[in-house]
């Protein structure tokens, strides 16, 4: 464990490191200007990432990964390894957490955005609106070219497609792009 005095570049304010295994960093967020707080990393799956007080209310970061030992072409994600006798590490799952904006209604307040990489997949749920139990869930398929499937109440199964619901796929997938 190693603590540091404000002022330090990156903002680092505490190091915890299990060597090979895990590394936690805790940060100074009055001196960022991303409100990153924490940076967790399982060494070689997966990493995550908690914010405070951003303007688009994003909470919660993490990618998920694994090593890639095929040797064949890369995957579209490919986080490099840094060493050269470890395999790259391909990204199989990017999630986003977001805080609920009293500003937009409940059913359209993205609360959790998950990129599901090795299936073309991207499931988007909504936050829950004031006294209830269910919430808008909606599903993009790549390979589909647009297909969008969106649940308007899952306890009962009503379930729509059409690019006329939500959010469109150009849209979902810059949102990948920049996560």
């Known amino acids: 464990v190693e603590k540091f005095l404000p002022g330090r570049p990156g903002s680092l304010k505490e190091s915890v490191e299990w ?5 936690e960093v805790y940060l100074y967020v009055s001196a960022r200007q991303d409100g990153l707080v924490k940076r967790e990393e399982d060494i070689g799956r997966k990493i995550t990432e908690h914010f405070e007080g951003r303007t688009d209310n994003l909470v919660y970061r993490s990618v998920s990964v694994r090593e890639d030992s095929s040797g064949s072409s ?12 470890t395999a790259d ?15 937009k209604p409940a059913d359209q307040d993205i ?10 997949r991207i499931r988007t749920l909504y936050h829950y609106a004031e006294s209830r ?14 297909a969008l499937q969106h649940n308007k109440n899952p ?25």
Do not use: W
Request: hydrophobic letters at 25%; aromatic letters at 4%; a positive charge.
């Open 111 to 120: 609360a959790k955005r998950t990129f599901y990489l090795q299936e073309g």
């Open 19 to 23: 060597t090979g295994r895990r590394r």
């Open 89 to 103: 590490l391909v990204v199989q799952k990017m999630t986003l957490k977001f805080a609920r904006n009293p500003d």
């Open 74 to 85: 890369k995957p579209q994600h490919t986080l490099p390894s840094g060493e050269p006798s």
């Open 133 to 146: 139990i269910t919430r808008e869930t909606t599903n993009h398929y790549k390979d589909r070219h647009a």
């Open 155 to 179: 306890s009962i199964g009503n379930v729509s497609d059409g690019p006329e619901v939500g959010e469109s796929l150009a849209a979902v997938l810059s949102a990948e792009r920049d996560c």
